[in-house]
């Protein structure tokens, strides 16, 4: 069953290695263990509901806890330390288009507000409830998920948006086609909230991102619906998708999305390739991204990150291997780790692995072959699990993240990570912080940190380290002209710092549009800007 | 110097062969020649401009006559029947930002509307001045054309908006660099008039639309100045761009932009392969792309298209050693052309010809080499010259086009030419109607129809043929669920077909993001979308 206080299913576990333990203690020192709230205490924190018995809303206490948050590190630090809420006062589950309007309408009747719920995995407090008097519906889409149409000539499908990434590509792949959207959250992530987040996958490079996929819509907005795209590329006025895919919520709940999709590929494979250090990583990327390689996935890892995830994995002997051979192949021992992606039929794959292997081998990069590859397909989604190993030995995590041109990478990684640096200093604490790129354009790459610390005693503790943590950053991605998120998107979380990107004209273009549709401000308030009336 | 009423540099003609001249007249009859009006009889025409002397502001009789129109079928009717207006009371040539800013205060000041003109190439009536009591001024943006900023780390430029293509183009290959943007229109139409119209460019399915290369730009507005974009990648909210792309001067005046550019390529061929019919060369354009064959163009020509062009070209004796050619290898007598680009390093060269011709062997294709490929690429924008060629012959022409999904391509098309023949056949006139498909994505592809047909002895004759024409052909494209536009924007052409592809909700949304930016609807009103105060 899916974990109600961390991430994913939980009869799967992902323990940090002993090894690995000692590592990190040596250099936090030893994090606080256990003490974490139970289920029924954290139910018991649920208020009675403001919303009385309508139809299809469920008032129980442990749907309104489960449907209370989603995975950023202040969710998972209230979960954990028992300090839930505010909670919605219902939960619908709508399975179609139409169930979904009438729990809009039913919501607007009683003058409540609504939270679409999805997976559950916003890391940016999406789903956070913040109480402005109103009562609050939290709509899971995840019942309305089916495969609507697939056109199999024309490649587009048209799926319930509540769809979670294994429920989309189990549906395609039986007709022979995939999506081929993989973020990290792929387990439990929905089409829909891909769509109104902006996601990312990790073989964008071939795929595209959801932005590139995305062919249309049905929304049930606040009093009407609204039907989007569905046009092969027009140059007729503004192009409407491009609202939805960002809105949050805010514009309405996705019911129903097409989708471009592609034959399943012959062939795939995943190659890492290691270099002297994080600077020729970066130059070799950049190289294959401009000699036009079309690889389907290319990340570097920095050199603190390759070498934290060598050790967190704790397969030591293959690893002293590893060191000794890239040592003798001179690449010192601080290497910086690539991994590129290469998708699509036999000659494809040939041609790609040829290519981008000639052009690291230029930048003096050494191939280890394809197995390090095949284990990191493997363990693709599950990196997540790792929170729950960390927080159970003592240690937080969260990840922080930004795209910036070439020429900006270096620079706004080493200050995002010494931002982290500095904040847990002002606690006297010591974090790990490391980065990879993981996602290449021609102008630039995402910068990706991860940020490991130690648990505090209590809620108080924990929270105050991690805002500290989460502005400093904030500030430099900003200061560095960075996008305050490449893949995240903005919820709460990131609200702050949006106006910094769009400028307030901007906002208040975005403002003025959602106001059309939503003049009361009942979907999604308080997300992605403050809202004027809680001000 | 540029032609007063009609396509391009007075000193380049492309007259019309006699032996297509001879073909013309068969099928149509003879049309009526000469009679063209003065440019000092038009000039006659201007009335007194309603803004008096302000400080850069041209209020002289050519001037604005020259700035009073664009190249649509009705323009060009009203040019050369000498019916043109109404006029621009002002042409303004602002050579930065700040002096694009400054203008738009002296209109604002005066109480006058605002029409932004690039190249005068619109085929649409973005340019037409629609009285609404209101002085107008048309800011020309063509001194506004220098490269800013040229980034070849992050591949990324910046230059005036104005810049024309080959001021573009000689800018960047001055760098080593191209953007890589072909419309039929790229020796006059300008960046910014591509990035407020959505256009594509031949090579679009190398280099992108217009959409992809376009960075972020910087905008003069009614009353305020607007900074766009400019991120990689971001997942923060809706892209901003994307309302800017397609505005069409509504949202104010694009007086900067950035662009992704590229390294010149290498080596370029294109390649023409004959196919039995129309059927057989459109399921191997689908082939080709569905593949992931990375052609720069493809384009096919329908039979009639196909045997048109040839004749019109007037090359009797190598068409007729083609035609035996192809008759030898088995294609009958009325074939369907694909012209395909090959575009990149030495190798990606290689592998494109010899991935495409592979699959165009496979469908029964005929590849006769190069040389067509290199006719072509000589006179990829000399063909809107024909224009001239064809009324001074007594012909009119004009093109429509859309997109559609691959499966609905051949109704569409068939409906498009159909409904070119009744509607011309209620004037007992008949039409030459041809189409061709230029531009291929994933889920389907453009229809681009062409019309020739006779041109009457004057301006009601000639206009009152072309209203039924276009709107006989836009309804076909409604009906069969095509965009309005793939390539020419709306304008006011096509302004009443808006909502069958947006909805009225849809186009709701972009009148409130208008509207905060331009309250008083100053910015080239009454396109895109009918304005309320003129219904």
Redesign the interface.
Known sequence: MRRWNGWGDDTFDKPVPDSARAFLESRLGRGEVGSDASLDSACAQVPESRLGAIAGFDTSAEARLRHAHGQSFADWAALRHGHVGPFPDAVATPATHDETRAVIDAARAAEAVVIPYGGGTSVVGHLKVIDDGRPVVSVDTSRNARLLDL?T????ARLGAGAAGPVVEAQLRAHGFVLGHYPQSFDYSTLGGWVV????GQQSRRYG?I?QLF?GARLACAA?D???GG??????????R???????GRLGIVTEAAV?V??VAERESFHAVFFADWNAALEAARAIT???V?VSMLRVSNEVETDTQLRIAGHESAIAWLRRYLGVRGLGDRPAMMMFGAT??RK?VY?IKADALATTRRAGGVHVGAAMGRIWAKNRFAGAYLRNGLWDAGFAVDTMET?????RATATMTAMQQAAHIALDTFDERAIAFAHLS?V??????VYMTVIWRRGADYATDIGRWRALKQAVSEAIVAHG?????????GAD?APY?AA???E??I??????L???DPHGMMNPHK?FKDSHVD
């Open positions: 056109d000539h024309n490649h587009i987040t902006r996601s990312a991102r932005e062919h009407r609204f039907e989007v046009q092969i590329a027009s140059s007729a006025g503004p192009d409407l491009e609202l939805v895919l960002g809105s949050e471009h592609t034959r401009h000699a036009e079309p699509g039929s494809q041609r795209a910036v041109p070439w020429s996602h354009y021609d102008a630039g790459c995402s960075g996008t305050i998120s490449h893949q995240h998107g903005v990131h949006l990107e769009k400028s004209t901007g208040a273009l975005i403002r003025a549009a106001a059309e549709l992605l």
